[in-house]
């Protein structure tokens, strides 16, 4: 009675054991997915700047070029809402004279940022602000306003990706795909970058063109798949 109490306890443990070993057997795959979308926004930043001998002369004339320039913006259709002030500072040139540093003008320095919901009037809004008094443009740059459709289109190809790595090893190995045993995005790849080679400024017929180009949302998730 003992041997075979004894032999039915050897056959229960080979049996957990072997089950185990068998569930244990796992693959680990990454996968990547990709969206183009075309950008929607436009941020612009530009800058009126005046220099006078004195530092009131400076500010005024500043504050009298940009109303002129906030206010061809508004008559452009620009809102309130989507001007900002960025900065503001007003300086005191140094001017190297035989080799001395002297005082020189004083510089009035204004930077305001522009956010356009229309990508296609970024080349006549910065000739409103040229023509109006903007004498300095310190860049242009465009984005995607909420990209999550994009992104969870791109998390589904990156799914399948990983999914078909998984099919393929798991064939040539000889074995079966089972179950979805964890899955993990990582944060660090899921953004936005941006294809400069697309974003192209120039002048054409005496005004200012612009393409905003794409953005490419991208997805990259870790899966484990239990092997059959």
């Known amino acids: ?11 229960l443990v080979c049996s957990v054991a072997a089950f185990s070993q068998s569930n244990n057997r796992t693959i680990s795959v990454s996968g990547s997915g990709s969206v183009k979308v ?18 009131l002369n ?7 070029r940009m109303n002129k320039v906030y206010d061809a913006l508004k008559n452009a259709g620009i809102p309130d809402t989507s001007i900002s002030t960025s900065n503001y500072s ?47 443009m310190n860049g242009i740059s465009f984005f995607v ?6 992104l969870n289109e ?18 040539e190995a000889g074995c079966k795909l089972g179950r979805v045993l964890s899955i993990s995005e990582n944060d660090n790849v899921s953004f936005a970058t941006r294809e400069t080679m697309d974003a192209k400024m120039y002048l054409s017929e005496n005004s200012t063109t612009i393409q905003a180009g794409e953005d490419k949302i991208i997805a990259s998730v870790f899966v484990v798949f239990e092997l059959k």
């Open 1 to 11: 009675m003992k041997k075979i109490a004894i032999g039915l306890i050897f056959l």
């Open 38 to 55: 075309p950008a929607d926004t436009a941020r612009l930043t530009f800058s009126v700047i005046t220099k006078e001998a004195t530092a």
């Open 58 to 64: 400076s500010v005024q004339n500043n504050a009298v």
């Open 90 to 136: 007003l300086y005191q040139e140094s001017v190297y004279k035989d080799g001395k540093s002297e005082h020189g003008l004083y510089v009035t320095s204004n930077n305001i940022v522009v956010i356009l919901d229309d990508v296609e009037k970024s080349g006549f809004v910065i000739d409103t602000a040229i023509s109006a008094g903007v004498n300095r």
């Open 145 to 150: 306003k909420d990209s999550n459709a994009a």
């Open 154 to 171: 791109a998390r589904v190809l990156a799914f399948k990706q990983a999914k078909e790595k998984a099919e393929l090893y798991a064939k």
